[in-house]
């Protein structure tokens, strides 16, 4: 048994003294449903820091970062409390940098997906030649102009991809540099694929068409398999083989009979093995160099035991990014 929690040989070329950095962001402002911002704290108390430990990491002391909305924030357009997630995406960008310029792995642990505008700009940053690995039941890549909802956390794609033109006002500070680096960090398009998809809405179809984005649906890992998946889509990526890899997981790509506890929940999502087998095999290539888990919401949980399924889950996908091997 022990062997299931011991250290693998697996190597992190962009992380080989294998020091960690839990970054809890407790924020649900990118969305309207209580209860997402105490996520961090229960996948803490599922034991996220020792499984690290005893998978060789070192945790490194990071502030906690702290939310509180402004006292007013108009709507953008369509865009909904924008000055609330504006402010606290910087200050998660700034935070991914600084881990991320120290040398250490940035475990970003959410909080709704619109922390992803703040973790994507930040790792760029730093590694202005990293592609993005996207998991998740939706494609979060809406414009302004497309969202249906308004609600920011189906549009981090769009912000950290620069199809956000001419950008909020509140969000200027994605035109210029994040602390420590040369430039806007933007990621282009054929840096990014996603795997699980499951729910996109037209406007973010015709976004992923114009621009071929790698898009694995859950059709795909059907007809392909979930190796051959994660191969295709790294191979499009990350065609050399030697970029850094960040991870983006939204616990919703997860089927919701494994992680129920979420708040856009689709049937039909990824097996709990699938979720496990692309943090492995992400591993495996040596080349991941940060990682979010977004959108665990213990409130939306139907019954404890729900809810304590949905943080076992983004605990296993992270132990598995980080290192865990079955033999
Ligand atoms: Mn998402």
Redesign the pocket.
């Known amino acids: 048994m022990t062997a299931l929690n011991s250290a693998s040989g697996i190597e992190y070329k962009f992380h080989a003294d294998k020091r960690v950095s839990i970054i809890t962001c407790p924020f649900s402002g990118g969305q309207g449903r209580y209860g997402v911002e105490l996520g961090p704290d229960h996948v803490l108390e599922h034991g996220l820091a020792a499984q690290l430990e005893e998978l060789s990491w070192t945790l490194t002391a990071t502030p906690t970062l702290t939310f509180t909305p402004p006292a007013q924030d108009p709507d953008a357009g369509k865009l909904k409390r924008p000055q609330f997630v504006a402010d606290a995406t910087r200050r998660v960008a700034e935070s991914v940098a600084g881990v991320l310029a120290d040398g250490v792995f940035p475990l970003v642990i959410g909080g709704d997906?619109s922390l992803a505008i703040g973790t994507i700009s930040g790792m760029l940053s730093q590694h202005p030649d990293a592609c993005l690995l996207w998991i998740?039941a939706?494609a979060?890549i809406n414009t302004p102009d497309s969202t249906p909802s308004g609600n920011i956390?189906g549009c981090p794609v769009a912000f950290v991809a620069g199809l956000v033109d001419p950008l909020p006002a509140q969000f200027s500070w994605l035109e210029s540099s994040v602390s420590g680096s040369a430039s806007a960090p933007r990621l282009p398009l054929d840096r990014l694929a996603y795997i699980g998809l499951r729910d996109v809405d037209s406007g973010e179809r015709a976004i992923l068409r114009q621009h071929n984005v790698a898009a694995f649906s859950m059709h795909h890992i059907d007809k392909y398999g979930i190796g051959k998946v994660v191969e295709m889509a790294l191979a499009r990526i990350n065609p050399t083989g030697k970029a850094p890899v960040y991870v983006s997981f939204?616990i919703?790509a997860l089927d919701p009979e494994h992680a129920p506890a979420t708040g856009t929940p689709v049937r039909g999502g990824l097996s709990l093995r699938e979720a496990c087998y692309i943090c492995e095999a992400v591993a495996e290539t040596g080349n991941l160099l940060g990682m979010d888990v977004?959108?665990c919401n213990p409130v939306l949980g139907t019954d404890e035991r729900s809810v304590a399924a949905t943080m076992s889950a983004a605990c296993s996908v992270v132990r598995c990014a980080m290192g865990e091997t079955l033999l």
């Open positions: 997906h998740d939706h979060d956390h939204d919703d977004m959108e």
